[in-house]
T-cell receptor, first 115, second 115 residues
């Protein structure tokens, strides 16, 4: 099973709302990632978790707050977003960060619209 | 500095034509991996192949084939007898031994296959 699931598929939120994106994998992977993808652009890395600890924060604004409750789950908490944050948010996982040959498996993404 | 270039922004072909997607990379590392991902309109990035820097053997998988040439820093992807279902954005990506946390993506090539 090489599946990464993400919920919700679509999300529309106002700039004052608080919402969360959820990602789950059951492949026993120990590295999990959040990416942001704008239209016609490649994915941009936001956060990396390794063994449930935050490994990389790519200077993401604090209105995005990641959380890794356990090795299978990754959340992205959203608060006071701006319209320019509208994008496809992709979650990915890989075996670990030690071996570079482990490919990342991506979820279907959450398409976020901020109004 | 590491970089992946996909010079072809969009390619249109008619079904059953062969098509090659180009990928040129830059890295100072001697140990690295190259990947191809497919992103159909649904949004999910689908892993297609990985190649390590020490293995220049070409690979074929069904209608897909990959040509890795270190001398020209290229990792090109050919689809033989293209089908409408091949329509997607294709990303080439690089992972380096010195920077295992990150995938460096190219800008992607949008392939449209018309019936």
């Amino acid at each position: 099973d090489t599946e990464v699931t993400q919920t919700p598929k679509h999300l529309v939120m106002g700039m004052t709302n608080k919402k969360s994106l959820k990602c789950e994998q059951h492949m026993g992977h120990r590295a999990m990632y959040w990416y942001k993808q704008k239209a016609k652009k490649p994915p941009e890395l936001m956060f990396v978790y390794s063994y449930e600890k935050l490994s990389i924060n790519e200077s993401v604004p604090s209105r995005f707050s990641p959380e890794c409750p356990n090795s299978s789950l990754l959340n992205l908490h959203l608060h006071a977003l701006q319209p320019e944050d509208s994008a496809l948010y992709l979650c990915a996982s890989s075996q670990d960060l030690v071996h570079i040959f482990y490919e990342q498996y991506f979820g279907p993404g959450t398409r976020l619209t901020v109004t | 500095a590491q970089k992946v270039t996909q010079a072809q922004t969009e390619i249109s072909v008619v079904e059953k034509e062969d098509v090659t997607l180009d990928c040129v990379y830059e890295t100072r590392d001697t140990t690295y991996y190259l990947f191809w991902y497919k992103q159909p309109p649904s949004g999910e990035l689908v892993f297609l192949i990985r190649r390590n820097s020490f293995d220049e053997q070409n690979e074929i998988s069904g209608r897909y084939s990959w040509n890795f040439q270190k001398s020209t820093s290229s990792f090109n992807f050919t689809i033989t007898a293209s089908q409408v279902v091949d329509s997607a954005v294709y990303f080439c990506a690089l992972s380096e031994a010195d920077n295992t946390d990150k995938l460096i993506f190219g800008t992607g090539t949008r392939l449209q296959v018309f019936p």
